[in-house]
């Protein structure tokens, strides 16, 4: 099956440093990925779409200059979350759809901890 | 935009018994509604879909029901066992809306041995 991963799988950062997560499609060229928040016993927040050579579509509320996503190629989407602070601590996990059928295959999260 | 809603948040049952989620969804246009299971600090994984010209679709336990008509759509799970304990999510997905999903908040299911 499809698989995507992320790296890194956990991240602790002092306040007011930046932290890039990459998510990566391994076996197949994602048309579009997606980037989502998870708080504790919460659901899964959208946060952007994704899409190879384009600028990233923002859900309203996102800042996009304090969440910078690139999608530089067809396999490989990167979050950075700039001047990060503790309230940025949370779950990013991201996903990523060949764009046949809207079948999105996750990849396993980050935990980003911000001191 | 798309509101989806999930109920119950939380849900016990006893080993053997069956268990079923209910999702209402508003976006006629949706036309995909995956259902994922989620462990604690893991990613969400798919256990079964279904698309909108299809009412009912099954895979040994679990199957799930649509009906387009009142925008609903449900999770069903027989013969529980404790490793389904874990949180459960739809989801419903347009292809008008750049193929987005928009997630319920999550039941947490727990099977009691």
């Known amino acids: 099956g499809a698989v995507v991963s992320q790296h890194p799988s956990r991240v602790i950062c002092k306040s007011g440093t930046s932290v890039k997560i990459e998510c990566r499609s391994l076996?197949?060229?994602?048309?579009?990925m997606f980037w989502y928040r998870q708080f504790p016993k919460k659901s899964l927040m959208l946060m952007a779409t994704?899409?190879?050579?384009?600028?990233?579509?923002?859900e309203q509320g996102v800042e996009k200059d304090k969440f910078l996503i690139n999608h530089a190629s067809l396999t490989l989407s990167t979050l950075t979350v700039t001047s990060a602070h503790p309230e940025d601590s949370s779950f990013y996990i991201c996903s990523a759809t060949p764009g046949l059928d809207n079948e999105q295959f996750f990849g396993p999260g980050t935990r980003l901890t911000v001191l | 935009g798309e509101n989806v809603e999930q109920h119950p948040s939380t849900l016990s049952v006893q080993e053997g018994d069956s268990a079923v989620i209910k999702c209402t969804y508003s976006?006629?246009?949706?036309?995909?509604f995956p259902w994922y299971k989620q462990e604690l600090g893991k990613r969400p994984q798919l256990i079964i879909d279904?698309?909108?010209?299809?009412g009912e679709k099954k895979d040994q336990r679990i199957a799930v029901t649509l009906n387009k008509t009142a925008k609903h759509f449900s999770l069903h799970i027989t013969e529980t066992q404790p490793e389904d304990s874990a949180v459960y999510f739809c989801a419903a997905t347009s292809n008008t809306n750049a193929g987005k999903s928009t997630f319920g908040d999550g039941t947490t299911l727990t099977v009691k041995p």
């Open positions: 279904i698309r909108s010209n299809v």
């Open positions: 994704s899409n190879e050579g384009s600028k990233a579509t923002y």
């Open positions: 076996d197949f060229q994602a048309t579009t």
């Open positions: 976006d006629s246009a949706s036309n995909y």
